[in-house]
């Protein structure tokens, strides 16, 4: 367990330091996701199904390719679907993105969690779930910017896509890069998925007529742990919703930043403000006073 | 308020009604639970006084019912007490010469009511801040079922929920401290419901006079 612990570098909810704080590490790992090659056949779903022994669920049929409208505490993978009407041409396109937890170097779940040791950030960058320190208070939901965490409504425990962790931490690729057929999904690290992203993007603008391409690598929550190649980067809602510019919600950084800070000084503040009042002013009277008034016995 | 079959001792007048005490140890439990939970929750530095309490897990789960409890007190306390919280010219008074109230200088005072403004301002405070902790907690009791459309209430009540429990904070440590420490006499009255006269006089002078000339017979 030293090792493992030592590769911990974030904590939820956990005063002092953190075992793997400070200690050097050569790369974070990374899932690159090409949507230009996905073609939904949804072996990953399944794959992620099989390692992590979740059960089957019922599926949502709605006319489309789509298997359920969104993660589920027990699905944590899933292909996200839209038909999608290009304005350059009027021509159709069938977009299918892969979604799950997207392991984000600074993670709004974690800065929202109260619970000491239920969310951890390895030093690998992935961003895993310890639901037996999981209070079930949903805060990491609010936390999220991609509505990736979920509940189980029976035990209030939320659950979520681990990176496979347990593969990753014994060398192995996470199940769903392992089940891919298109070879849409690559593992490594980080630099060399970006670099990988970087030159089908290139490739997609200069001889595939998709002037836009680009990676998905959003900065507003410090680069991303998966990372997606769009045919057109200036417009990632297509893509089953994902956002934009996506970031930690303010309130919540306001809210686990300054508010945090003044409300422990000012609490504080005041129990020693009240003490001092007492050291000068004391009690307005004191209760013989009250019942001899003047002091007469 | 002064009905009660209650005995009161020589020289003593009743203040708090036995509903009146009841509704205050009901609002005074449950915030005190709510307090501890909270603030394991609020600060990584306190998570033990949740583990103490029975594991966070539970005071999680109890934390949203002893704040239902908590309202109900407060809004029983708002069905007894409003008509008598309301502002006067008095309270108006009362605000400028507050330096002198803090100096423990009573006699240069305006002469207050049942509740003189201070406490008048304890109460709409509370009341309003009990009112936002509902409205932003049932969020917060079941954030799983909030739409992803409608995410800024969940945005919007982590901030309020813990801003309107720390102003509480602030009101709860100068009313124990008032109650407990400063006003002596006052922590018996919300337990025994009686007061002393002289207690009445120098800090309540416009009530006493009030309850005085509404008795048939005077007290002494």
């Not at chain 1, 945090?260 to 403000?273: E, F, H, P, Q, S």
Request: include cysteine.
């Amino acid at each position: 367990m030293s090792q493992a612990t030592l590769r911990v570098q974030k904590i939820s909810g956990h005063a002092g330091s953190v075992p793997g704080e400070d200690t050097q590490r050569e790369y974070t790992v990374c899932k690159l996701i090409d949507t230009t090659t996905c073609i939904g056949c949804k072996a990953c779903e399944v794959a992620c199904m099989e390692w992590n022994d979740l059960p089957f669920g019922e599926t949502v049929f709605d006319n489309t390719y789509q298997t359920m409208p969104e993660t589920r505490w027990n699905y944590w993978n899933l292909i996200l679907f839209n038909e999608h009407v290009r304005e350059e041409d009027g021509s159709l396109m069938w977009l299918m993105r892969k979604n799950q937890c997207m392991h984000c170097a600074e993670p709004g779940c974690l800065a929202a969690c109260p619970a000491d040791g239920a969310i951890i950030q390895y030093t690998n960058g992935i961003v895993d779930f310890q639901q037996a320190n999981c209070i079930g208070c949903g805060y990491c939901i609010t936390g999220c910017p991609f509505d990736i965490p979920k509940m189980n409504p029976k035990t209030h425990r939320v659950f979520k896509c681990t990176l496979c962790t347990d593969r990753v931490s014994e060398g192995l690729e996470p199940a769903c890069i392992k089940s891919c057929p298109t070879g849409c999904l690559h593992f490594g690290t980080k630099d060399d998925m970006l670099d990988l992203a970087g030159k089908r993007a290139k490739q997609l603008r200069e001889h595939s007529h998709f002037p836009n391409a680009g990676v998905y690598d959003p900065p507003g929550v410090g680069g991303t742990g998966v990372i997606y190649v769009l045919h057109d980067a200036t417009k990632p809602e297509i893509y089953g919703g994902l956002p934009k510019d996506p970031h930690v919600p303010w309130t919540v950084k306001l809210w686990k930043g300054p508010l945090k800070w003044l409300g422990n000084v000012a609490m504080v503040g005041g129990l020693i403000g009240l003490f001092v009042h007492y050291l000068r002013y004391g009690p307005k009277a004191r209760e013989e006073e009250d019942i001899n008034p003047g002091g007469k016995p | 308020m002064s009905t009660s079959e209650q005995i009161i001792p020589h020289g003593h007048v009743l203040r708090y009604a036995l509903k009146e005490r009841l509704t205050h140890w009901v609002a005074a439990v449950a915030y005190l639970y709510l307090l501890a939970t909270g603030l394991a929750f609020w600060s990584p530095w306190l998570f033990w006084v949740a583990v103490i309490l029975g594991g966070a897990p539970v005071s999680r789960m109890l934390h949203p019912w002893a704040g239902l409890i908590f309202f109900a007190a407060v809004w029983n306390m708002y069905v007894m007490w409003a008509p008598q919280m309301k502002h006067t010219d008095v309270d108006k008074a009362w605000w400028k010469a507050v330096r002198y109230y803090s100096t423990n200088q009573d006699d240069k005072m305006p002469p207050a009511g049942r509740y003189n403004a201070g406490q008048k301002f304890l109460f709409w405070g509370f009341f309003w801040s009990a009112v936002a902790l509902l409205a932003t907690g049932v969020v917060l009791w079941f954030p799983e079922y909030i739409p992803w459309n409608l995410r800024f209430l969940r945005y919007i009540s982590v901030l309020i929920h813990p801003a309107a429990a720390l102003f509480t904070v602030g009101l709860f440590l100068i009313h124990v401290y008032m109650g407990v420490f400063a006003e002596r006499g006052a922590f018996g009255s919300v337990i025994r419901g009686d007061v002393s006269i002289a207690f009445a006089k120098r800090y309540h002078p416009g009530w006493y006079k009030e309850i005085v000339g509404q008795s048939s017979t005077p007290r002494k």
